[in-house]
């Protein structure tokens, strides 16, 4: 019996083998729908963190517009 040539083909199945998984992985998309809502959710989320940012300002800004308004008829009908 030949065991060199048995311990080739044997390397060699091994080799096909791992090469056909390689590329069955290069080649599947089943992931490839997940990934992009991933990436699509960082980006809403990204958009609703910003903004935020700004509409906290506004509010902020209204706020303090409120205050100063009622805290100026409240001074006013305090000396009255």
């Keep these: ?3 060199g040539k ?3 083909q044997y390397i060699h199945s091994r080799k096909r083998h791992f090469y056909h998984s390689v ?4 080649l599947s998309t089943t992931g490839a ?3 992009e809502y991933g990436l699509l959710a960082g980006l809403v989320a990204l958009g609703i963190a910003g903004g935020l940012g700004v509409l906290a300002d506004l509010v902020n800004m209204i706020f303090e517009l409120i205050g100063t308004s009622v805290g ?4 006013n009908i305090a000396t009255e």
């Design 6 to 8: 048995i311990q080739r």
């Design 72 to 75: 100026g008829v409240a001074d």
């Design 23 to 26: 590329r069955c992985v290069w």
């Design 33 to 35: 729908t997940a990934v």
């Design 1 to 3: 019996m030949n065991f």
